[in-house]
């Protein structure tokens, strides 16, 4: 049963720390999204990739922010300096071009102290 | 700016109640909408509607799409309380890329 796998499932950090979250999509998908859910703000894009190539990041914060997509097995997100503000769930989603619908990982469930 | 507004924000009913939830959207490139329920974890699909009028449906859940109108609904049946969850719509405008709507909170007492 092929799944998004995301790590770590839940990270409390200070204030200035780095965060890093990973995500493994499906095999075989080629398109790798970020989102972010707060109560606030519901589901919001942070960043997406096709074919490993970054095609819109317009959501995330460029000054603290940075995704990445090293191989197709592995896509990361990173936060430095982190902010009480970005305490979130982050979930990573993975689907097939055209295909319209995603599969979503479990999310990573992020406190800044 | 692609936008999707749900109705009612929140909604409590009794077991056995029908209900039915709300999504209009305005897109400038609409290729499918979609239904997601989100309980404790990660949201699940629910359905992808592409033509309007014709219903899809699974179980208890149906759903519809009006594209000339700009709305969807989600109607459940003969509620459980395994039905409270979040339900999301989302649309996609191109390239999978997901715009979702605030989500409705059911919650099904017994």
């Known amino acids: 049963d092929a799944r998004v796998t995301q790590t770590p499932r839940d990270k409390v950090t200070e204030m200035g720390q780095e965060v890093t979250m990973r995500c493994q999509p499906i095999?075989?998908?080629?398109?790798v999204f970020w989102y972010r859910q707060t109560m606030m703000q519901g589901l919001e894009l942070l960043a997406y990739f096709r074919n490993r190539a970054p095609l819109d990041d317009s959501g995330m914060p460029k000054d603290r922010f940075s995704a990445e997509m090293p191989d197709a097995t592995l896509a990361t997100l990173k936060i430095q300096p982190s902010e009480p503000r970005d305490s979130a769930v982050y979930f990573c989603?993975?689907?097939?071009?055209?295909?319209?619908?995603?599969?979503f990982g479990p999310g990573t469930r992020l406190t800044v102290l | 700016e692609d936008k999707v507004v749900q109705s009612p924000l929140s909604l409590v009913v009794h077991e056995g109640d029908t209900v039915t939830l709300n999504c209009s959207y305005e897109?400038?490139?609409?290729?499918?909408l979609l239904w997601y329920k989100q309980e404790k974890k990660a949201p699940t699909f629910l359905f992808m509607l592409t033509s309007s009028g014709i219903e899809k449906k699974s179980g208890r859940l149906s759903s519809i799409l009006d594209k000339k109108e700009l709305f969807s609904i989600l109607n459940i049946t003969a509620t459980q309380t395994g039905d409270s969850a979040i339900y999301l719509c989302?649309?996609?405008?191109?390239?999978?890329?997901?715009?979702f709507g605030e989500g409705t909170q059911l919650t099904v007492n017994p």
């Open positions: 989603a993975s689907g097939l071009q055209g295909a319209g619908r995603l599969f």
């Open positions: 989302a649309v996609d405008a191109g390239g999978s890329r997901l715009t």
């Open positions: 095999l075989g998908h080629n398109t």
């Open positions: 897109v400038t490139n609409f290729r499918s």
